[in-house]
């Protein structure tokens, strides 16, 4: 998740509004981090998380520490991988 986020955040969209002719196209390019973040967002149900009120009054609270404890998991695991003897493999 972490390399995911890098590429978010280094590669932001972009709307491309014509083709190499001149014909209005308008497509949204998201790089493979944007993608890839949507996709285990739906896949956790994140936004739905909230208003699913599975937890009840505590839905909206869950949902925050789920998203927390997602990124800040990737980021620990990135740093402590990164220490080992060796570096990344």
């Known amino acids: 998740m972490q390399r995911w986020g890098d590429d978010a955040e280094a590669n932001p ?12 196209v308008d497509r949204l390019l998201t790089p493979e981090g944007w993608r890839k973040l ?27 520490a789920k998203v927390r404890f997602a990124c ?3 980021r620990r695991a990135a740093a402590w991988v990164s220490s080992q003897r060796g570096g990344l493999i």
């Open 13 to 24: 969209p972009r709307l491309e509004q014509y083709d190499a002719f001149g014909h209005r």
């Open 38 to 64: 949507f996709e285990a967002s739906a896949r956790e149900g994140l936004v739905a998380i909230a208003y699913e009120r599975a937890y009840g009054q505590h839905s909206r609270l869950y949902q925050i």
């Open 72 to 74: 800040e998991g990737a």
